[in-house]
């Protein structure tokens, strides 16, 4: 339900620790799960005063991306929302994105020219190594700074992969992303045109189109990397921002650039972290304590090392977590919620669709009913299985931000 | 879904006793909630025979007033059906409402004039005594008894309280509520004057402006309460009644005027219970069982004394229920359900949003999951934790009255 008509102006401060892919599946050898088998004397000792249970971040059988994850979180249902392909590259290289944006996700290619018309070799260039993308990319950003208007923003991502934003004079519909990719997804074939399904699209299509033909050229000489193919048009998503929603002044701890990016969708303020690891970001909440009211904490290495089916790994990452548990207790007027966006069984190696252990600590709970703070533990919890998007009304009652509802 | 279609003419009696405010949080000193710290012999042994579970009054982390929580249980939904503060305010000191009223509640308040222009000095009147406030109601009714073809009757409440119903000849749409509030809310400043956002709405709202215009006359002379603020402008909320929408003879047991209302505004019919204790309650049960094959038995005290965090009284209130128990079960041809409208923790002195233990005892139950009827152990049971709107299904499937769905 919406929430606005029953916000209070003031409350506690909320800290959401998000333990990116937390939630896992036994281990073969041991039949325990990595936070069963990782020894956690202080979440032991939490879980006992916190209200648990576990929460489904899309759907019953439905694996999240990180932006379906987060989103759900954050309260805004990943069904309804959905963020583009584009969009999501962009965040995850670091580029920020307006409404004025079309965003897409670009590949170099190796093409060869049939007369004029190229005819795809390879749809990933080899796979080329990420320094002479990030040479071809400055060689693109030199020869190309706008078309029509329209501003050109590239930016390299990992080996064949880049993020390009076509920025626009004026804000952009949602339709506007309707345009084709021009990747044909086969070798031996000319790439596909990008044609719009609106007259909106189709004028960006023909920036998008001039771009390609320019970009052509400039490429002309390369041996591998001679051709781009666009997949993933996408507008900024129009999400509420999280203060109008919440009535929160919310802060972002996150490392990586795809975490900072979706929080800043939601219109999160980025805090500085000096460092990568966990006990860098801690000193950057703690030096913003002050200034927020709402904190997303992001640890980003739980889901690394289940993508990689590191079960020691992703045990000491939880083990290092636990160490550190007793600082983030001392931060004084919040409430907190421990939980991950989604699951990541390393006996996986992937996301998946598992319903993820959730804590809220606070004053206002039964308790008692989880032992410890694991998959099977948080499901004897008061939470029960709950749906990711009831998180954030169920932290802000727990925070005395919400008021009653009818007389 | 629509219950309707599948609705039989036959079944058995249903008889839903609810405690208002009955679900708790542990009291800090023995880490146990009421339920968990009353002594309930009766409770406990039926509790294993019985289908448990928590319900969510409205959704999750959303604290429901008595209107919402207790639509909720009588499977309306509170978010789609909400009832203005006016109707509560009338249903509260007993005024019944039809769907001809505007009913809004009113203040006694202090204003001094500048020339003609009157400026809110006190928006309650110094909290003036009921019995004054009563004076003052009597006062008013005798002067003013209608205007233009509109009935106005008024009630006192509480202190400075009172309920205004404008009865007019024909029915009112659901938008001829759309009026503002006069209540400034701010004092060193006049009242606001009431205007309709609809056609409608504004006729009604020129003849509130002449009952103000009126009643200050009247009150003129008066030293504290010389004006009056009207908030909460609302028209009867357009339920289907029980009787149509389940096919049930519903009665109410009750003893506080707003639950009497909240049952009659969904079509119950009124038992008369002489006294106000339990006991009393029952008795009137149990002389009318044989009329209706619905009763919603409403007990308040366990909400009062969680309103007041008296932790104790809380605890002997439920002890008294438990006692009385073997007389409800004494009733033939029923099934029981036993749950709260909401949660109402001692530790909290309010309404919350947490879960509502409740316990269906019917021959078509597993049982055996919840060692007692408490919040702990009623999240072990077959019911789950569920919406408060589902209930009522439930319960019509206990009671033999729901047929097949499809072939």
Redesign the interface.
Known sequence: ?ELKP?LKKQGKKILLIVLDGLGDLPFPETGKTPLEAASTPNLDRLVKNSATGVHIPVDYGITPGSGPGHLGIFGYSPIKHQIGRGILEALGVGLEVKNTDLVVRGNFATAKYEGETPIILDRRAGRIPTEENKRLIAKLSEAIKEIDGVQIILKSGMEHRFAAIFRFPEPLSPSAEKINDTDPQATGVPPLEPRGETVEAERAAQVVKKFLQKAAEVLKSEEKANYILLRGFSVKPELTPFSEKYGLKPGCVAVYPMYKGLARLVGMEILEVKGSSIEDELLALKNSWEDFDFFFFHIKKTDSYGEDGAFENKVRIIETFDTLLPEFLSLSGCIICITGDHSTPCVMKSHSWHPVPTLIYS???????SDRFTERECL?????I?PAV?L???????AER??????
Chains 1, 2 share one sequence.
């Open positions: 339900m029953i004053p206002y709970v039964l308790g008692g009913l004897k919890g008061e939470l029960g709950f009831k954030m009304p169920l932290l802000l009652a727990h919400l008021k009653k509802f009818g007389a």
